[in-house]
């Protein structure tokens, strides 16, 4: 028979609740869009109406998953509650970040320095990949989870551990994906403007660079801010957990 924890399943039930909440909201916002739909200056709340619907999903699938892992089985599946503590633990153990992987997350830095510059020059010299509406508000949005993720992995370089910087990547992934819906219902990009930069030789290689594309790529990470925020959360919980000095029954 299964038995249900209430410490570690409250906080998988909440979350099932706020995503709950969330998608009743969007079946009225859905409703709403539909009208909307029919005045061109209102099309972004469609956008707003599906970030809504997707994080609603996320959270209901995040916390019926915290739910069913918070259930204590006294007799059955011990192999799944073994994986668990061994997941957990191996988790603990990679806590400490290696030399290499200290390398790697001030490589990571410099490559994220890199490609902001990229997206600066283009602004700076007005190569018309920015449109008119790259307002201040767009450019925080574009620039700052980029400039946020570049502090996190010095950070973690600094300190040589994962899980204290857990909370700030969640954080930062949730950012991006605000960012990114915002960005998708605004739109002030001309994808067909990427290579402006790049020599007439190279230019050729950027033949699938277009609106389209540029819009879906905006899309996907907007949900896989979402989904990395939640895993971050989870895993931080996880680990905290287990360093704790007390354990669930």
Sequence with gaps: MIRVVFGRSFAGLLVFLIGLGLFILWIFLALLSFFFFFIPALHGFFYLTLGILLVSLVFIAAGALTMVLGAKIPSGPRRVEAWSRGWARRQVRTDQLESSEKVGDLFAAVL???IL?????????????FTERFGVLEQVLFYGPGLISV?????????GRRNALRPY???????????????LSIFPFSF????????LSVRPFFFWSNNTVGALLILLAGIAGLVSALYKLIVYSIVRAENAPYRYP
């Design 117 to 129: 510059a990229f997206f600066v020059q283009n602004q700076i010299r007005n190569t018309g990949f």
């Design 151 to 159: 502090l996190v992995s010095l950070s973690r370089a600094a300190y």
């Design 169 to 183: 990547e969640a954080m930062n992934f949730l950012f991006v994906s605000v960012a990114s819906f915002w960005l």
């Design 112 to 114: 994220m320095l890199l």
């Design 192 to 199: 067909n403007q990427l290579d402006a930069l790049f020599p």
